[in-house]
């Protein structure tokens, strides 16, 4: 089994592992396949060359670990979620930013991947909180967290410049103690 393919947790359906570079061609072609899905909450790289720039980070820097949510039956990519802007101390926080494969989506795999993700950050990583900042009208992205058992905790005006302008947010978070 190469590096890439280490299952770090797995679901009935799901399992997630760290991104690697080896996961470029896979990765793109699944964002190629899903700009209609993404459009217009999210962009990720869809060409080999920009997907180093975005994975690397992932990989190398410890305040993100980057998770693939793969379909054990198998092994395709069916989504990504990632937390970034990890922070220790009194605060052991990080920031969700996720999204399904056009293929994968409706099928109930992202919120497996996210059940499993919440086990590695609250148990190993060790964290306390996690949030997910969402557009108000991304429905399918509120309705994952909702599901996973997140609760909204507020509204953040022009938060987050994608695609040309500054978007307005909802502001949702789970801590370890919700999860049980």
Known sequence: MSESAVHLAEGPRVALRHFSYADADEFTARARESRSLHHPWLF?????????????PLIEDPTRVGYLVCERSDGSIAGFI?????????????????????????????????????????????????????????????????????????????????????????????TAEMRG
């Open 44 to 56: 990720p790289p869809d060409q080999p060359s920009a997907y180093a720039a975005y994975a690397g």
């Open 82 to 174: 990632n937390i970034n802007n990890i922070v220790g101390g009194g605060f052991l926080c990080g920031a969700l930013g996720y999204g399904a494969f056009a293929h994968a989506a409706g099928r109930g795999l992202m919120s497996e991947g996210l059940g499993l993700v919440l086990d590695q950050a609250f148990g190993p990583l060790g964290l306390h909180r996690l949030e997910a900042n969402i557009q108000p009208a991304n429905e399918a992205s509120i309705a994952l967290v909702r599901r996973a058992g997140f609760r909204l905790e507020g509204y953040s005006p022009d938060f987050i410049h994608i695609n040309g302008a500054w978007r307005d947010h909802e502001r949702w978070a789970i």
